[in-house]
């Protein structure tokens, strides 16, 4: 097969192609990305894609997987994403700044309440703060799933209480 065959071939599957990167992205800009990363690994691998194999799967599968290792790729950079509007606080005089209400007083407080939950419960919880998931936690703590998320609803609730007063 030419290669003008076979990417007109891809392009007869590019409304699927997009449709099921709006459904993994929620995006259009993510999805149009997306959309053009796969076609581009299709291409670039179109001498291991077989004749007679379903084209629309062999494409699925390439944007399932680069979607995955994207997703893997900033979930490992833990990137923050500023998503304020346009507040520019890096040149502002003193005067013109809100007041903040995590003065280190403050956060000193708040982290001895913390820090006085239970450890079980605090070293769950912490690690679910730290984007560890249930089943992560579950194999690395040695113990059954439904003692994380209970660990982990207690965790919250005890730091409610202690916390109460504070809100």
Do not use: C
């Amino acid at each position: 097969m030419s290669k003008s065959e076979f990417s007109s071939m891809i392009l007869t599957h590019q409304d699927f192609l997009r449709q099921l990167a709006l459904k993994l992205t929620k995006s259009h800009d993510d999805s149009d990305d997306l959309i053009q990363e796969t076609l581009f690994k299709a291409l670039k691998n179109r001498d291991k894609f077989q004749e007679g194999t379903n084209i629309k799967g062999w494409l699925y599968t390439i944007m399932k997987n680069t979607f995955i290792n994207a997703y893997r790729k900033r979930k490992n950079q833990n990137t923050f994403v500023d998503e304020t509007e346009n507040k520019y606080f890096l040149n502002m005089r003193e005067s013109e700044k809100s007041v903040s209400t995590d003065s280190i007083v403050d956060h000193k407080y708040i982290m001895q309440q913390i820090n006085s939950v239970d450890k079980t419960y605090l070293e769950t919880f912490m690690m679910y703060y730290n984007g560890y998931k249930y089943e992560e936690i579950s194999e690395i703590l040695g113990i059954p799933l439904g003692t994380v998320k209970s660990r982990i609803f207690l965790a919250r609730r005890k730091m409610m209480d202690k916390l109460k007063d504070y809100r």
